[in-house]
């Protein structure tokens, strides 16, 4: 039975590992063809290595996708090897925890150039080709951050705000031209990045044992559960979707 991507061409940013690399696998094992962006080359190249093992098409190019001639020519080197993605898939981010007085703006630009930068940068070099097409769906990552927010993280609060109307304004301009774009929002995750998260802001007074997050959100999520999110946004099942933001929190902002 084909997949549910079966005949997309998806690309990637932040592809490589955590939330990025189990959307890449599970993007590929439903069907697409999956275009990883990273500027981690050895874990790139060992998950497009791992998709080939499988059975599906992969290809790897590296980037810092806050650059933008970086980003340019890793879309170009990505359509190049399997043609114009239809499907892209903003992953990259970071982030920056401390107390908002101690936070240089050095970090700020920085933060925001890698979370939200690095969207219009991918958005706008894959969407002309999305076009031609007659079509295609974005999704980008964003976060419970957005709306609910936790101190010490002021900077990555902010630019995760900004990723939900990035997406919500793209999605309203180019309606009419069948590009769909949304956010799937994930609260704590159990990769290596959300489990750093987890200690430094404990160690900052924020209370983040156990105890608290099974009343925010039960457990921690497991990354597969995000990827699944991404999976249903990009593809046709939510053909009348688009300029909304699916929370993969367990109830976090539910309440």
Not at 122 to 128: E, I, N
Not at 237 to 250: K, P, Q
Request: charged share 15%; glycine share 10%; aromatic share 6%.
């Amino acid at each position: 039975m084909a997949g549910r991507l079966a005949g997309k061409i998806a690309l990637i940013s932040g592809g490589a590992t955590g939330m990025g690399g189990a959307s890449s696998k599970l993007f590929a094992a439903e069907g697409a063809k999956v275009g990883v962006v990273d500027r981690n080359e050895a874990a790139g190249r060992a998950v497009v290595q791992e998709i080939r093992a499988a059975g599906g098409i992969a290809a790897f190019a590296s980037a810092d996708v806050s650059d933008e001639a970086q980003v340019i020519a890793a879309v170009a080197a990505i359509s190049g090897e399997l043609g114009n993605p239809n499907i892209l898939f903003n992953h990259a981010g970071t982030i920056i925890i401390k107390p908002f007085l101690e936070t240089t703006r050095a970090e700020w630009d920085w933060l925001m150039a890698v979370n939200v930068t690095s969207m219009f940068l991918m958005t706008r070099a894959v969407l002309p080709g999305m076009l031609k097409q007659g079509g295609g769906s974005i999704v980008c990552t964003s976060s419970i951050s957005a709306v609910a927010a936790t101190p010490r993280e002021v900077v990555y609060n902010a630019s995760k705000g900004a990723c939900h109307m990035f997406a919500q304004s793209i999605a309203v301009e180019f309606r009419d031209q069948n590009i769909r774009c949304n956010t799937v929002c994930p609260g704590f995750v159990a990769t290596p990045h959300g489990l750093r998260e987890v200690k430094e802001l404990s160690a900052l007074g924020v209370d983040m044992s156990d105890a608290a997050i099974a009343v925010q959100q039960g457990r921690l999520c497991q990354p597969e559960e995000v990827a699944r999110a991404a999976l249903f946004l990009a593809s046709d099942e939510a053909s009348f979707i688009t300029g909304t933001h699916l929370f993969v929190d367990n109830g976090f902002t539910a309440v």
